[in-house]
């Protein structure tokens, strides 16, 4: 479904994306793990082009992207209008989730289909009806953006992904924007996709979805595939860049620095006054 | 103070205010596509573009409006002969467009990039980027400057006078001059030209509070 080959990315003299190789099949979920600047956003935004890769293949669906960058290092303009094809193959939602905050949730959905794919408005909110239900939000259809929750934004960014009926999605940190309580909602619809058969690369932070949720996982540093495979072996790999950057994870507080904020803050007035 | 002597004027002070808006409603249309055209030139990545935008940018926003309207009404190149309304109108229009290409260049800079990557991963072209997400999104974020600068375009309008346009302020001076009377013929020009000055800023309050819910 996906096949990417010796894909390179470089920003001035920073090599963001080393010669990275990646084959996805059809349905598999593949989650991305790694230490941040690992290049692991770059490359799912390369696999749709919002970064336009320095060199490589990229192939979706059998079909190779052809792309060309300006001096900007941008998508050309005629780039842009040629690969329109790809946008609809690949739904995208980020960490930021992105929604357009003068329009309600409806319009937010109906939006793609509307006017990418010309479809009339009462097939869109049909369609739009039914992702909303899905993701439990039908409900707050007439809501905009600002009035709903961080997992509710995400869940209809999700939605709105979706109502283009994409054949991949991708997905760049979609909970790490999110307070805690709130990423399970998320994560929930993700794994209903995942169970439906979509095709989905992750880039996460979540080591619970992608041990139980993905396929494969694939752990990514310093711009390389530095290993890839099953969950199972991944999370037990005696790899010791693996291991450190799972016990990275966990927050554990250095205890020995408790005790000097509270008397910090507390001469704090005393100073001032 | 006589404000009786208004009333054999009325007819005039009536005709001039429709030419003053009339003016001031067709420069703010023109100035705005010039404008927007000139923002988009200037934040496109082909050099050329850019340097043309820069260049009239400078060059029309640094002379006087009353400059360019003697210049479009008595000496057009190749003897081209305008007639007093059509200067007025090219005038104030290209001198605030220079204006407003600044004014428009920054809030289409300021347009979240975020939702310039939401509609482009979902497939919409430059064009239609531009007409759902980036034009919209600018209209909000300019209005406040926007409205700031058609008020200063209705104002401008009064240099219109000088070059024989028939406008508010023509109507107050013919008024004035026949009558001698400052403060009757001058004041009835102000209390219109407020008038109308009001009206845009209520347009103003109007959208504002409607565009309220999404910020």
């Given at each position: 479904m996906i096949d990417i080959r010796e894909l390179n990315k470089q920003f001035g003299k920073h090599l963001i994306l080393d010669n990275v190789s990646l084959q996805v099949g059809e349905g598999e979920v593949v989650s991305i793990i790694g230490?941040?600047?690992?290049?692991k956003s770059t490359l799912l935004r390369c696999i749709n082009m919002l970064e336009v890769p320095t060199s490589g293949l990229i192939e979706i669906g059998g079909r190779p992207v052809a792309y060309k960058a300006n001096r900007q290092g941008r998508l050309t303009y005629r780039s842009q209008f040629n690969l329109t094809w790809l946008r609809a193959e690949v739904g995208m939602v980020f960490q930021q989730f992105h929604l357009w905050p003068s329009k309600t949730v409806l319009q937010n959905i109906i939006e793609g289909p509307c006017?990418?794919?010309?479809?009339s408005r009462e097939k869109a909110v049909k369609i739009a009806e039914q992702l909303l239900e899905k993701v439990g939000l039908l409900d707050k259809m007439n809501d905009y953006p600002a009035q709903l929750s961080g997992g509710q934004q995400q869940r209809v960014a999700i939605a709105r992904a979706l109502a283009m009926e994409p054949k991949i999605m991708l997905f760049d940190e979609p909970t790490s924007a999110l307070d805690p309580e709130l990423i399970n909602e998320v994560l929930d619809i993700m794994v209903k996709l995942a169970k439906e058969g979509m095709t989905m690369i992750v880039v996460t932070h979540e080591m619970s979805f992608a041990r139980h949720v993905s396929d494969r996982v694939v752990f990514m540093e310093k711009g390389k595939i530095a290993q890839i495979g099953s969950p199972e072996a991944l999370f037990r790999s005696p790899d010791s860049r693996i291991a450190q950057f799972l016990s990275q994870?966990?927050?554990?507080?250095?205890?020995?620095?408790?005790?000097v904020e509270p008397n910090h803050s507390r001469q704090r007035p005393e100073s001032a006054g | 103070m006589d404000w009786g002597i208004i009333s054999s004027y009325w007819d005039l002070y009536m005709q001039g205010t429709w030419v003053t808006f009339k003016i001031t409603f067709l420069s703010i249309i023109i100035s705005t596509v010039i404008g927007y055209v000139l923002a988009l030139m200037r934040l496109s990545s082909v050099a050329p573009l850019r340097g043309m935008s820069f260049l009239y940018v400078w060059f029309f926003r640094g002379l006087p409006v009353l400059l360019l309207l003697f210049f479009f009404y008595y000496t057009m190149p190749f003897g081209l002969k305008l007639d007093a309304f059509t200067a007025a109108i090219i005038g104030i229009s290209i001198s605030s467009a220079a204006f407003k290409a600044e004014i428009i260049r920054s809030g289409i800079m300021s347009v979240d990039k975020g939702h310039l990557e939401a509609a482009e991963a979902l497939g919409m072209n430059p064009l239609q980027k531009m007409g759902r997400i980036t034009i919209p999104r600018t209209f909000r974020l300019l209005l406040p400057p926007y409205i700031s600068n058609s008020v200063i375009m209705v104002k401008e309008s009064a240099l219109v006078s000088i070059i024989t346009v028939q406008d508010l302020m023509f109507a107050a001076q013919r008024a004035f001059n026949n009558t001698f009377k400052v403060a009757e013929t001058l004041g009835v020009a102000g209390m219109i030209y407020l008038t109308v000055t009001t009206l845009l800023m209520l347009v103003q309050y109007v959208c504002e509070k409607k565009m309220r819910t999404g910020v």
């Open positions: 230490p941040s600047g690992a290049g006017i990418v794919k010309k479809m994870l966990d927050h554990d507080i250095d205890t020995s620095l408790m005790g | -």
